[in-house]
DNA sequence: GTATGTGCAAATCATTTGCATTCTC
DNA sequence: GAGAATGCAAATGATTTGCACATAC
């Protein structure tokens, strides 16, 4: 359970993101930066909102998409998926790399290891001469649960 | 250059699929997956009709809207990636299933295969006992051109 | 001290919806 | 002819922005 064992933690990754940057810190920033990583779920923009709020942490909604970008930059989080009509994000620092595996009917999402694909991105970054930053890999299907319920309503 | 042999078109998929699902099928529908099918470029809801309007065809933005959940669910079209606060699609029917190659800085997308996903997609299913349906892989990165410019303004 | 960040309220943009009318089956 | 689909205009929801004030460096 704990990968977690670092040198850096978040809050100095972002602290050194923001002075090579030359921008400010503020204790807003450090108080969302705190609660994104207070759990390993994926977080959207509101639920983020809501979950601050219950914890009495005075923050706004602009603030919090204010920051995201500089976070995004600094590689403390990445875009996970888009549903409901928005982003989930997700945090990364401190975490190894993982792929999702995620149930189109229930949401219930997976996460697992792939090797195999960081020698793809070798191969394709000669193939093509890119400067490989990264990937997004995500299957979906339907989760041992739901599949059940499905072939149930097919004919 | 012609991937395109088929028995069915685009447009009698979307019958067959608008029958068995008791829909009705129209000429704006129609109009609509010409169009999308008319190039191999992905497209988003308001390029879309942009490209309608300027071709004189007359479809309103919410039958765009109204149209793409069939388009999804007859498998015509898959969402392709997020970007500029809105989703884009590409159409698949047709066409092998490929993955894409993006670069960060211009929007460049390289199409590429990639066999060894479906193995991979195999032992999930195992694993996780999840009844796949696809996967959205995406690499990003820099470009050849866009890499140099980069590493120029880096320290 | 200056320029960056904050919170609020208003604006914007993509998408959805209500509704009267039209059209498909 | 009944139920779907269309187009329009209005509503919704996420995100962004303008601005006056606060605050980090």
């Known amino acids: 359970m704990s990968v977690r064992k670092q040198i850096k933690s978040e809050?100095?990754?972002?602290?050194?993101?923001?002075?090579?940057?030359?921008?400010?810190?503020?204790?807003?920033?450090?108080i969302?930066?705190?609660e994104i990583f207070a759990t390993h779920d994926h977080f959207d923009v509101d639920e983020l909102y809501l979950r601050l709020r219950s914890n009495k942490k005075k923050v706004s909604k602009p603030?919090?998409?204010?920051?995201?970008?500089?976070?995004?930059?600094?590689?403390?989080?990445?875009e996970a998926y888009f549903e409901d009509g928005h982003l989930h994000y997700e945090h990364i620092?401190?975490?190894?790399?993982?792929?999702h595996l995620r149930c189109l009917t229930c949401g219930k999402t997976i996460e697992f290891q792939e090797r195999s694909l960081s020698k793809m991105e070798k191969r394709l970054a000669l193939k093509y001469?890119?400067?490989?930053?990264?990937?997004?890999f995500e299957v979906v299907?339907?989760?041992?649960?739901?599949?059940?319920?499905?072939?149930?309503?097919t004919t």
Chains 1, 2 share one sequence.
């Open 129 to 136: 001469d890119f400067a490989i930053e990264g990937h997004k």
């Open 63 to 78: 603030s919090i998409y204010r920051l995201i970008p500089y976070l995004l930059e600094s590689g403390l989080i990445q």
């Open 93 to 99: 620092y401190g975490h190894q790399h993982h792929c």
């Open 141 to 153: 299907g339907y989760c041992s649960k739901c599949k059940a319920h499905i072939s149930e309503k």
């Open 11 to 30: 809050l100095d990754v972002f602290r050194e993101f923001v002075r090579k940057k030359g921008l400010r810190n503020t204790p807003e920033r450090e």
């Open 32 to 34: 969302i930066i705190k």
